[in-house]
């Protein structure tokens, strides 16, 4: 496709449920980066990739957030034991190496 | 640690005005880039301009310019006779300090910007 893609657009779950969103990048970008934007946050990072190993794991909150990518290209977020405050849109991007983050539409989790 | 300050949380202008977004970024890098990205109701973040910090030229884009000042650490954004189809709200966002802060992009609070009909 001609833009980065993410699936689900919308994610309802309950609290204590597990979720996966997945994206998927730019044809052709190596790197790949998960951000969260949240209210009170604004958009923080999460994890960067560059092919499949994730260099930068810093900015994932807590052990509950997981990340993969494989064969270079899809990448998916898993959030295991949702808590509430990990309500917000997940964002992500995709780049040449070193070059302009192209932005997907997001996924809005909403935990209950 | 790298930092952006949009001061302006909110702005609300008529239609033909012109409007001025400030953006003040913090590194201890000499070598950075600066971007301005859109996000409209939909909610997708749109990549506007990227600058790097050897390019202190000001970029002028239809409507869109902005005015790159590394003496004052600022990267302010200007529209010209705004639309509604404006409306949205506006990051700038810093990639710097690669050893510690890796590629990832540090954003500001965002404005949002309003434009009346």
């Known amino acids: 496709g001609a833009g980065v893609s993410q699936s689900p657009s919308n994610k309802v779950t309950e609290k204590g449920k597990d979720v996966e969103l997945r994206c998927d990048p730019i044809?052709?970008?190596?790197?790949l980066y998960w951000y969260r934007q949240s209210l009170g946050q604004g958009l923080e990072f999460l994890i960067y990739?560059?092919?499949?190993?994730?260099?930068?794991k810093s900015g994932l909150p807590s052990d509950r957030f997981s990340a993969e990518r494989t064969g270079g290209s899809v990448s998916t977020l898993t959030i295991q034991r949702t808590q509430q405050e990990d309500s917000a849109v997940y964002l992500c991007a995709s780049s040449r190496s070193g070059n302009t983050q192209y932005f997907g539409p997001g996924t809005r989790l909403t935990v209950l | 640690a790298q930092k952006v300050t949009q001061a302006q949380t909110e702005i609300s202008v008529v239609e033909k005005e012109d409007v001025t977004l400030d953006c003040v970024y913090e590194t201890r890098d000499t070598t950075y880039y600066l971007f301005w990205y859109k996000q409209p109701p939909s909610g997708e973040l749109v990549f506007l301009i990227r600058?790097?910090?050897?390019?202190?030229q000001n970029e002028i884009s239809g409507r869109y310019s902005w005015n790159f000042q590394k003496s004052t650490s600022s990267f302010n954004f200007t529209i010209t006779a705004s639309q509604v189809v404006d409306s949205a709200v506006y990051f700038c966002?810093?990639?710097?300090?690669?050893?510690?802060?890796?590629?990832?992009?540090?954003f500001g609070e965002g404005t949002q910007l309003t434009v009346n009909p």
């Open positions: 044809s052709g970008h190596t790197a």
């Open positions: 966002a810093l990639n710097a300090e690669w050893e510690t802060s890796g590629s990832r992009l540090t």
């Open positions: 600058r790097n910090s050897f390019d202190e």
């Open positions: 990739f560059q092919g499949n190993s994730a260099p930068d």
